[in-house]
């Protein structure tokens, strides 16, 4: 039995930024890519939504206190 776990109730939404999305982020935040938080290229939902290493991902979490909290990852070792 499979299971997708991109559809569990705990896991957030992921999103693999465009390259032109991942330039306007680092602009916007004034950070350089080796700056921004990794994630691992094992991490199930990386493999699960087909990242690669260097790609920028959004993590979008919903909150009952802050409403939507966005966060990015960069796919690294």
Do not use: C, W
Not at 36 to 55: C, M
């Amino acid at each position: 039995m499979k299971v997708d776990i991109l559809q569990h109730n705990l896991v957030p939404e992921h999103t693999i930024l465009s390259d032109e999305e991942a330039e306007e982020v680092l602009d916007k935040l004034n950070v350089r890519v080796d700056q921004i938080p990794k994630i691992l290229p094992t991490d199930p939902v990386v493999k699960a939504i087909g990242a690669e290493l260097g790609d920028i991902i959004k993590i979008t979490r919903k909150s009952e206190t802050a409403g939507i909290f966005v966060a990015y990852r960069v796919v690294r070792e």
